[in-house]
């Protein structure tokens, strides 16, 4: 593999884990009732775990289902994944704090 295109399955592991961290953040705040987290989750619970569960289950579909041979193929290592993973997570838990707020600040109530 190029690294033009070990580049290319990073950044879509970046989007699947991203994608997938969002879903479990939900499940969190559905779960403990975080209104800091998400408030639409903690303020409904089982609609909160559902869309987290939709959110992991679309975005594992989507990478594993769209990208099987780039997956499959000889490429980053483990260390390049795990980059992404933790840029995935400090990017999806900023998202959710900013969408939070956000969220209580224009009149959503938590």
């Known amino acids: 593999m190029e690294f033009r295109e070990q580049l ?4 879509l592991f970046f989007f699947m884990a991203y994608g997938a961290l969002l879903g479990l953040l939900q499940i969190v705040a559905a779960r403990h009732r975080r209104a800091d987290i ?3 989750a903690a303020r409904n619970p089982v609609r909160g775990a559902a869309l987290g569960a939709a959110l992991i289950l679309l975005s594992y579909a989507w990478f ?3 990208h ?3 997956i499959f193929s000889p490429g980053p290592a483990s260390s390049e ?10 990017c999806a838990l900023a998202s959710t704090r900013v969408a939070s707020r956000l969220w209580t600040r224009w009149g959503g109530s938590p």
């Open 81 to 90: 994944f795990a980059f992404f993973f933790t840029l995935a997570f400090w």
């Open 64 to 66: 594993f289902g769209t």
């Open 68 to 70: 099987q041979y780039e």
């Open 38 to 40: 998400a408030p639409w």
């Open 8 to 11: 290319t399955i990073g950044v």
